[in-house]
């Protein structure tokens, strides 16, 4: 499987960006997806997650109210919707997926493929 994410870019503070994972390979439709973001000197931290039918969301505390996840299976994609940003979003979000983890998944390293990252930046 491989992702690509974009959608990022330069936003104020208290404005909306909707980040997008494009995935190829079919078998992605059946896999949960989850969000991570890495900010400078910081340690890539769970965001959001969401199960291959999108019954199930688990967002971050951080972000609980301000973003979401859903996900398109017919295009393969997965979004996140970020609104109310502030400065401390500012970090590079990636997409992850594998067959074995749930929406819930915190840990990195339960994530066995990653897309690129895409920068949000937040300004105050």
């Known amino acids: 499987v491989q992702l690509q994410a974009s959608g990022g870019g330069l936003v104020q503070a208290g404005g909306s960006l909707r980040l997008s994972c494009a995935a190829s390979g079919r078998t992605f439709s059946n896999y949960a997806v989850a969000w991570f973001r890495q900010a400078p000197e910081k340690e890539r931290e769970f965001v959001a997650g969401i199960s291959w039918n999108a019954r199930s969301i688990t967002l971050a505390d951080s972000v609980k109210g301000r973003f979401t996840a859903s996900r398109d299976n017919a295009k393969t994609t997965v979004y996140l919707q970020m609104d109310s940003l502030q400065p401390a979003d500012t970090a590079v979000y990636y997409c992850?997926?594998?067959?074995?983890?749930?929406?819930?998944?915190?840990?990195?390293?339960?994530?066995?493929?990653w897309g690129t990252g895409t920068l949000v930046t937040v300004s105050s």
């Open positions: 992850a997926t594998d067959p074995s983890a749930y929406s819930s998944s915190r840990n990195p390293r339960s994530w066995e493929y």
